[in-house]
């Protein structure tokens, strides 16, 4: 036995078959790794029972963040640091910062988001990517299968997905 | 429900006329208070411009229907954008903003009648438009305005009337057109009524672009004659469209609480929210890009307009009031999906967008037409109510007269799986 994450892959050739698939393989209560899809498929979020994602309140924070710093930065600036008379404006006046604490705003709640998810999903330079099928990027959807996170055996999980309409069950081990 | 068809009960209609009674008594009451309750301004007026109680009643006249007339023509636009656009989700609650198009014909009797008491019936020589007062192009007399003559080739009467005309009539036959098309689809069936919709939708949108801004700058801007903004039209039109949504929206939960539209469900909700958040959105911006050059370049003779509300102690609170109302408060509610799913949220923010929108032609029109004589109190709330009321009514007999829901629409079985 080799050592390592092994895995039981389901290959499907259509999105309806993966959708009722998916549902029965939990039915029958075993733990779905992960699923890859050539394209987003509607309902899959659901069919695996993903709860809904927290990007949108990493969203406000860093939106709120951005939007105080922008507002922090300019009342310092132009109202203690380097008082500047404009238009003959007050040092610290309002409504000239607005556009400014809004650009802000939108800006660091944009590249929080996209930091967030990166961090989130382990997405960075130099990361050895897994490919479990090659087809996954073609027409192919593909079911994996964590044999280790699963009391049931490999026979049974292999079994259940042949059920299911699999048009191949394969089997890999990574390192 | 039995066919699907909106039912106008008795008991309905006599609930209507008693808020609408209630309407009628707080105005009245209100009407009093104004009247004996001592005027305060007098000595600074000379003989001839002594405010009257009617002023304000006519001012309040105005406003309501200015604001009201507002709500049922981007009811329409809203139906217009959804064919242009051949959305499929609206299809279900298409009738709704439909229904709101017929408040139009109404609105042209009640514009004419209204702008001819408001500024000809006095008492005294009151004109809500200041720019009617004929000294004020007797060149070399002591009233002569050289930037008020300057406007003349547009600001005169008989082409303000005509222009008025115009604007209702393309308005009301554009919205007969769609409407009867509407009608006849669900009789015969077929694409050929969803495709002809479209096309009179796309001439409504065309129409209405132009006639939004010049009918915006007639009826609201003219009152501060001097004043100018180039983003005058855009804010009206969003003041009204947002306003309008949340009208919608509101009736739309109504009529399911009611037992119709049972095939509604959060997502169709979740769209309408979206729409309100976005618009006053969008509302606040338009009203910032206003605001912020006039303050920056600080020219007297736009910065007046500001003054005028900021200054003054009658005027401040509304100005503050409008941007909490507006935007603040469905920018921060409606932030979430969630609240944008559940009717709670919907109706209470819906509530404070139409209300909030009503201040906002307040602050438009009051400073510039009563100035230090203007005021808040029974009378606005009692005058709005009856409106609102009106409105809400001839909007109930536009729904009962068709089936709720359009049967022959091709797009209905989207907008029954709607889901996002």
Known sequence: MATGTNYILGVYGDEEIVLKAIKRIRDAGIKIHEVFSPYPVHGMDDA???????????????????????????????????????????????????????????????????????????????????????????????????????????EEISGIVAETGAEEINEKIFE | MSEDKFVFTPALKKKLLIIKLVGLVLAVIGVVIIAFGGHGHEEAADAGNHFHWLHRVWVNLWINNIYVLGIALTGVLFLAIQYASQAGWSAYIKRIPEAFGEWLIVAFGLTLIIFGLANFAGPGHFHMFHWLDSSLYVEGGENFDPVIAGKKAYLNLPFYLIRMVVYFMLWYMMYRFIRNESIKEDIEGGYDHWRKMRVYSTIFIIIFAVTSSTAAWDWVLSIDTHWYSTMFGWYVFSSWFVAAIAAVTLLVIWLREQGYLPNLNSSHLHDLGKYMFAFSIFWAYIWFSQFLLIYYANIPEEAVYFVERLRSGQYAWVFYLNIILNFMFPFLVLMTRDSKRHTIFLKIVGWVVVIGHWFDFYLMITPGSLGENGGFGLLEIGLAVIFGVSFLYKVFMGLAKVPLVAHNHPMLEESYHHHI
Not at chain 1, 66 to 81: E, I, K, N, P
Request: aromatic share 14%.
């Open chain 1, 48 to 154: 695996l029972g993903y709860k809904r994602s927290r990007l949108p309140r990493v969203a406000f924070i860093f939106g709120t963040l951005g939007f105080a710093l922008a507002l922090l930065m300019q009342y310092w600036m132009l109202g203690y640091d380097w008082q500047m008379i404009i238009g003959g404006k007050d040092f610290a006046s309002l409504p000239p910062f607005i556009p400014v604490t809004f650009e802000l705003t939108v800006l660091l709640s944009a590249l929080g988001m996209v930091f967030t998810f990166f961090v989130v999903s382990d997405l960075k330079p130099y990361k050895r990517p897994v490919i479990f099928d090659r087809r996954i990027t073609d027409d192919k959807h593909v079911i994996a299968i964590d044999i280790d996170e699963n009391s049931i055996g490999k």
